[in-house]
């Protein structure tokens, strides 16, 4: 498998998240990746260039998926201490992405994406020729989509309101020949065209990992992209290792095999991954939940599954994490099935996932001890859970 159907797919998956985040019907981060890898072509890039390009496009933004749901949605003004949470979304993802191996190059165009050649962008106030021209490439693009999309506090711009927003920018936000070359080429390319052929071309030029090559680098990025749920809702910052670390447990109990075992284990490292599309507050309060909240909270299940149907190479993920909060008696969501019909995989994660929760404090109780978790398991996970887990967790408990 390519390294780069690898990174593909799981960048893909995140960049869902994204679209749920601001809301588009169509992918913003798509749309961007589509122009920067076209528009790349009319500077002689190599081929390692454009892939960096295509990957920090479709990831530019992903240091929102930890800023406030309050701040991302405002209708109205933003207050000079929003606004600075929100240009720190370009540092937050220059973090995040860097700690994937091989990204260096796609962590830094992340940065910079919001620089001015004037010197006036952030974060680092890069001026003239310190914003390079692929950093150049991924901004316009990136602001010729924004602009072109409608927002909570705008309709979207006509073609020719963006063309004059692009032509005011020169000598300011773009080096001036940028500007009117970037305009050119979007009168006179076709851009889904052209960038599928791109990305077939940097596709094919990738690198060709093993099998156990392969299953280490999904393994690190699913880490990766898991540690933002613990940056956006700190109390869940373990939870997904340690319902992973017990779910293989249970699943090489029981005899489930290798591929088996990893499947489950990126479902758990990304089981919640669809809560970074969702108000944080909900999963803060400390009071009982309303309805809606409710309904908004079982709906990550359903985000996650969107999201993770992107990672064609573990078909399996997406259903594992639909289906981990059904119950064993019919009572879960999202679909409500029951008993054998739910996914053992599902089943292994449900139970893990119970247990792991009981163990740690959460804004509306303290974690529980050892004796208390025993005598929740008895009372309460055999109702939910598959009887033949919940006794093998037991087993595993008194060891």
Known sequence: MKRFDILSQLIKCLSKILDEIEGHTSSHAQGVANSSISFADEFGFTLKTQRSLYYAALLHDIGETTLPHSILYKNGPLLPVERKKIESHSVVGYKIVKNIPSMTEVANLIRHHHESWDGTGYPDQLMMGEFTTAKQIL??????????????????????????????????????????????????????????????????????????????????????????????????????????????KLGETIGMNKNELFEMKIAAFLGDIGILAQDEQIYMKKDNLNPEDIETIKNHTLIGERATSEIT???NVSRIIRNYHESWDGSGYPDGIKGSKIPLASRILRIADTYVALQHDRPYRKGKQRTEITESINTYLKNIADPSLVNILMEIMKN
């Open 139 to 248: 901004a316009i693009c990136d602001l010729n989509d924004t602009l072109s999309r409608e927002r909570p506090y705008r309709p979207k711009r006509t073609n020719e309101e963006i063309e004059n927003i692009l032509n005011d920018s020169k000598g300011t936000r773009f080096q001036p020949n940028m500007v009117e070359k970037f305009i050119k080429f979007k009168k006179n390319t076709n851009i889904k065209k052209s960038s599928l052929e791109k990305v077939n071309e940097i596709k094919d030029s990738g690198q060709e990992l093993s099998d156990f090559e392969a299953q280490a680098y999904l393994l690190a990025i699913s880490v990766v992209f898991s540690n933002l749920i613990g940056e956006k809702i700190p109390f869940l910052a373990t939870h997904p290792s340690k319902v992973a670390l017990l779910s293989v």
């Open 313 to 315: 190479s573990l078909p």
